[in-house]
C-alpha cells in the first residue's frame, strides 16, 4: 500500500528554490521540469518502498539519491515526510543530517 507524501515547509522551499534556480541559470524550463519529475518519481517510489532509502545518524532519518541531490525523509505507516533536499556539491558541514 502506497503511504502518503507530506512535503515540509522547508523541503518544499528548498525545492522550490532548486528548481528555481534552474530555470534563472539556463533561462529553459526543461532541466526544472526533468528535476520536478525526478523528485516526483522518487517520493512515489518512497511511498510503496520506504526503507530503499539509507539510513542517516538521525533516528528515523532516512535519505535517497535523487542525481545531484540528497532527499531526506522519514516514514510511517501512512505516510512519508520529504523533510529536505541537499545539493551534494554543497559543503558536507552545513548538511542538515550526517550521513
Known sequence: MARKIIWAKKAALEKDAILAYWLKRNQSNVYPKKLSTL????????????????RTSAEGVRVKVVRDY?????????TVFVL????????????PFKL
Open 70 to 78: 540528497l532527499l531526506f525523509y522519514k516514514f510511517d505507516d501512512k
Open 84 to 95: 529536505a533536499i541537499w545539493d551534494m556539491r554543497r559543503d558536507p558541514a552545513k548538511r
Open 39 to 54: 523528485f516526483h518519481q522518487a517520493t512515489k517510489w518512497l511511498s510503496k518502498n520506504p526503507l530503499t532509502g539509507r
